[in-house]
């Protein structure tokens, strides 16, 4: 059977930025000739270390153009990526690297656009980027026409509504300790264009862990305080995946007051008091460290240089904060239309009453407190694929975006979880990096924002006109 898609990975460790962003992509497009893809590369995907290669504007400068050496060899092939605060890839978890994938497919179309300013205004970059990702989409004229007519011409009613021909790939700037919040909004200025059920799947850029700021990239640019978005028209079936690890409690209260990102009041009472109750501590408990919170929010790059510099690791750091410990292991969960629960874990206390969130938190509407449970948090990449792949036979290439703060609760385990991941796959490449929030949905439900979660999309070889697995 001739395959429709090819895909290959390529990772690099260079110290030297133009030198790893260069080797990278060229070990992925070798990669895809060895799985026997030898056409031109049609998209790559990139992913780099923020820390390493991503320190400052000159450092990224050097390593996009190394990327870009090599991708602009090719007529028609465009480019994403953004840094991370972890790679992931078949060689499991790596930090100071690039991982890289590129993909080659006469039946996927791909537009890229670029949203500006987007802590501003989150809306007018979703909108704005998505509006330029499909306009650069070019369609065949021939191919894309009879694969449409195929596929009238072979599914019924009910089987081409389900189809997911649309996709949104986004990579918006990841949030620091100074300001955070515009997923939600970036992502309803996608939908006001795309509509509400198309799919939006993709993760917030990192920094290492450091909560300073993060770069996205785009066809040899680079970008700040943006979203990097790509449109995609394919008539190959694609998959979603969403986990997170966390059970619910029998621990409900009712949101009787908030806005935007604050929950004011719980059960008619201020929301931190009634947090504490439901976690069996008194306030002053759930509140030790917050003052230590509070100083990296005013002085972000002082605080972790300081970190740092005297031995400590930023996750033994945060360890040492409660507040910050309940909140990871103990947050919130808000039922989707398919009863399973997001996770909404807070950020912070504000004024000794009121919860903040990194997203918006609707009114009138019950939150359960949910609990860690290990080994679900372990698979819960693992079970994200399983979802991504659950409607197809020959999965080609996943995308995994997970969550950075899930290093902090797994520890070591993080690579038990990517390494299951591997097994799961069989093979079949995939990359991914540790995020600063993510976007996505399980299969049949809502794209949103998510935390302390796993997002994946997977693309497989079948094309819509064959029949369902």
């Known amino acids: 059977m001739p395959r429709n898609v090819f895909a290959g990975v390529g990772i690099s460790k260079k110290d030297d930025a133009y030198e790893a962003g260069k080797e990278a992509v060229e070990n992925a497009i070798e990669d895809i000739r060895k799985r026997g893809g030898n056409k031109d590369p049609t998209f790559g995907i990139v992913f780099c270390s923020g820390g390493k290669y991503g320190k400052d504007d000159k450092t990224i400068k050097s390593f996009?153009?190394?990327?870009?050496?090599?991708?602009?060899?090719?007529?028609?092939?465009?480019?994403?990526?953004?840094?991370?605060?972890?790679?992931?890839?078949?060689?499991?978890?790596?930090?100071?690297?690039?991982?890289?994938?590129?993909?080659?497919?006469?039946?996927?179309?791909?537009?890229?656009?670029?949203?500006?300013?987007?802590?501003?205004?989150?809306?007018?970059?979703?909108?704005?980027?998505?509006?330029?990702?499909?306009?650069?989409?070019?369609?065949?004229?021939?191919?894309d026409a009879y694969i449409s007519y195929m596929t009238t011409k072979t599914k019924n009613l009910s089987e081409i509504v389900k189809l997911k021909k649309f996709v949104v790939l986004t990579l918006p700037a990841g949030f620091t300790l100074k300001s955070s919040g515009w997923e939600e909004s970036m992502m309803e200025g996608i939908k006001s264009v795309s509509g509400a059920s198309v799919p939006i799947v993709g993760g917030s850029a990192g920094d290492d862990g450091k909560f300073v700021g993060t770069f996205q990239f785009a066809n040899g640019q680079v970008f700040k305080d943006s979203v990097v978005l790509t449109a995609i028209?394919?008539?190959?079936?694609?998959?979603?995946?969403?986990?997170?690890?966390?059970?619910?409690?029998?621990?409900?209260?009712?949101?009787?007051?908030?806005?935007?990102?604050?929950?004011?009041?719980?059960?008619?009472?201020?929301?931190?008091?009634?947090?504490?109750?439901?976690?069996?501590?008194?306030?002053?408990?759930?509140?030790?460290?917050?003052?230590?919170?509070?100083?990296?929010?005013?002085?972000?790059?002082?605080?972790?240089?300081?970190?740092?510099?005297?031995?400590?690791?930023?996750?033994?750091?945060?360890?040492?904060?409660?507040?910050?410990?309940?909140?990871?292991?103990?947050?919130?969960?808000?039922?989707?239309?398919?009863?399973?629960?997001?996770?909404?874990?807070?950020?912070?206390?504000v004024e000794k009453k009121y919860i903040e969130f990194y997203n918006n938190i609707p009114e009138k509407m019950p939150i359960t407190l949910m609990e860690i449970d290990r080994k679900k948090a372990i698979e819960a990449t693992a079970d994200a694929l399983k979802q991504s792949i659950s409607i197809m036979k020959r999965p080609v290439f996943s995308l995994i975006f997970e969550c950075g703060g899930r290093y902090f609760y797994l520890g070591n385990d993080v690579k038990k979880s990517i390494e299951a991941a591997k097994k799961l796959l069989k093979g079949t490449p995939f990359i991914g990096f540790y995020t600063h929030g993510e976007q996505g949905l399980r299969m049949n439900s809502v794209s949103g924002c998510h935390t302390y979660s796993v997002t994946t999309l997977t693309i497989s070889d079948e094309l819509v006109t064959e029949k369902n697995k």
């Open 64 to 143: 996009v153009d190394g990327a870009h050496s090599v991708f602009s060899q090719f007529k028609d092939c465009k480019w994403v990526g953004c840094t991370t605060g972890g790679e992931i890839s078949e060689n499991n978890v790596t930090h100071g690297s690039v991982v890289v994938s590129v993909l080659s497919s006469e039946y996927i179309k791909f537009g890229v656009g670029v949203g500006k300013n987007i802590s501003k205004n989150g809306f007018n970059a979703g909108k704005e980027a998505v509006e330029k990702a499909i306009k650069d989409i070019k369609l065949d004229k021939e191919i």
């Open 233 to 349: 028209f394919t008539h190959l079936k694609v998959g979603f995946g969403l986990s997170h690890g966390y059970k619910p409690t029998n621990k409900i209260a009712l949101i009787t007051r908030s806005k935007e990102k604050i929950i004011y009041e719980l059960n008619n009472r201020p929301a931190a008091e009634v947090y504490a109750e439901m976690l069996g501590i008194s306030l002053n408990e759930l509140m030790k460290g917050s003052g230590l919170l509070k100083f990296g929010e005013k002085f972000p790059r002082f605080a972790m240089d300081f970190i740092e510099k005297i031995g400590i690791t930023k996750d033994k750091f945060l360890e040492k904060i409660d507040m910050y410990k309940f909140m990871i292991s103990s947050p919130f969960g808000i039922p989707d239309v398919s009863g399973e629960y997001w996770a909404k874990v807070p950020k912070g206390i």
